[in-house]
């Protein structure tokens, strides 16, 4: 995270946005207000474990998934330089770097995809990994369920995810597995694809490898994979 603040402190400091004035809202996104009414109903938002915040900076947002949301208001200054103690408050930071770079033009698809966005998502998934990789053995990082059906049907595939309620689930013979079995899966894997997320529970440093490519995908990871320069996966985000 010190790369992260020092990154985007240099951008608020030379466009001369740090004063005190600006001011970042951000707000608790139920799942309809966040991915509207998609098909399927098993995305982890839905069960109610996570939710997306959403920060406001001067009309444009940007949103970071997290599973201890709350509301806050604060200075950019002040959001960008405080204590990133909890997955509270990295969300809170996450999300108003999404929003900020937005405003400023450096990014876009800062916002969740709705309804038919989502298996849109999953339909140009494997094409994505096809013409960047070709025919490697994936890791996922996190479990969203229409990347395991799409990616598992043509890849070796294998997935771990933090939710314990998912741990041992099966999807076309993959079953998912524990953070335990991270190390094991990077020493597998020709390619990581890693949730955003995990800038927000700060475990994003293991899926950035020398010697290994690594895709992060969704919204939450807008800011900090233009930051550090890391590739990104969203093709149908807003």
């Not at 399927?40 to 001067?58: S, T, V």
């Amino acid at each position: 995270m010190k790369e992260l603040k020092k990154q985007i402190n240099k951008i608020i400091h030379s466009r001369g946005i740090k004063n005190g004035i600006v001011r970042i809202k951000t707000k608790v996104l139920s799942a309809e207000e966040a991915i509207g009414n998609p098909e399927h109903n098993d995305y982890p938002i839905q069960k109610g474990r996570e939710r997306l915040m959403q920060a406001d900076f001067n009309g444009a947002y940007g949103v970071a998934f997290t599973d201890m949301f709350g509301d806050y208001e604060g200075s950019l200054y002040e959001i960008v330089n405080m204590e990133l103690k909890n997955n509270f408050r990295r969300a809170v930071f996450i999300s108003t770097i999404n929003a900020v770079l937005n405003c400023l033009g450096l990014i876009e698809k800062t916002s969740h995809c709705r309804n038919e966005g989502l298996v849109n998502c999953r339909e140009r998934v494997v094409e994505f990994i096809k013409d960047n990789f070709g025919n490697p053995k994936i890791f996922q990082a996190g479990f969203q369920p229409r990347f395991v059906e799409a990616l598992s049907r043509e890849f070796e595939l294998r997935v771990t995810d933090i939710d314990k309620d998912n741990i041992g689930e099966k999807i076309n013979g993959v079953t998912i597995e524990s953070p335990e079995d991270t190390e094991k899966n990077t020493e597998w894997c020709d390619v990581i694809f890693a949730t955003g997320s995990t800038f927000v529970n700060e475990t994003y440093k293991q899926f950035i490898l020398e010697d290994k490519p690594t895709v992060f995908y969704g919204v939450t990871c807008a800011g900090a994979t233009y930051l550090l320069n890391l590739k990104r996966y969203c093709p149908e985000g807003l």
